[in-house]
Nanobody, 124 residues
Framework: QVQLVESGGGLVQAGGSLRLSCAAS????????VGWFRQAPGKEREFVAT????????YFADSVKGRFTISRDNAKGTASLQMDSLKPDDTAVYYC?????????????????WGQGTQVTVSS
């Protein structure tokens, strides 16, 4: 079991940047793929980005491609989401999650461990 804690959210103006971090406890973090999801009020949780267990493969939602970067440091048990050129539509609670299965997934139900989320608010 992996426990996850997100941090780094906050209020930023449109065009600004934020870096979210996900700290994991447990020795098996390096065995899991990591995904970032977000949920805005009244909307379903949506996929943002994912990175493979090794960090060698990444995938992004079209809405954030070219603006967001995902990375991980298995030695430190952390994953990060660098968000640049932020837009008001990026406003949401952001969650990191892990899944043990191979391959790539954009489906929340396929992720087994979740953090508590961190709020990101982008003002226009």
């Amino acid at each position: 079991q992996v426990q996850l804690v997100e941090s780094g959210g906050g209020l930023v103006q449109a065009g600004g940047s934020l870096r979210l971090s996900c700290a994991a406890s447990g020795r098996t973090f390096s065995s899991y793929a990591v995904g970032w999801f977000r949920q805005a009020p009244g909307k379903e949780r949506e996929f943002v980005a994912t990175i493979s267990w090794s960090g060698g493969s990444t995938y992004f939602a079209d809405s954030v491609k070219g603006r967001f970067t995902i990375s991980r440091d298995n030695a430190k048990g952390t994953a990060s989401l660098q968000m640049d050129s932020l837009k008001p539509d990026d406003t949401a609670v952001y969650y990191c999650a892990t899944r043990a299965a191979g391959g790539r997934s954009t489906v929340p139900n396929e992720y087994t461990n979740w953090g508590q989320g961190t709020q990101v608010t982008v003002s226009s």
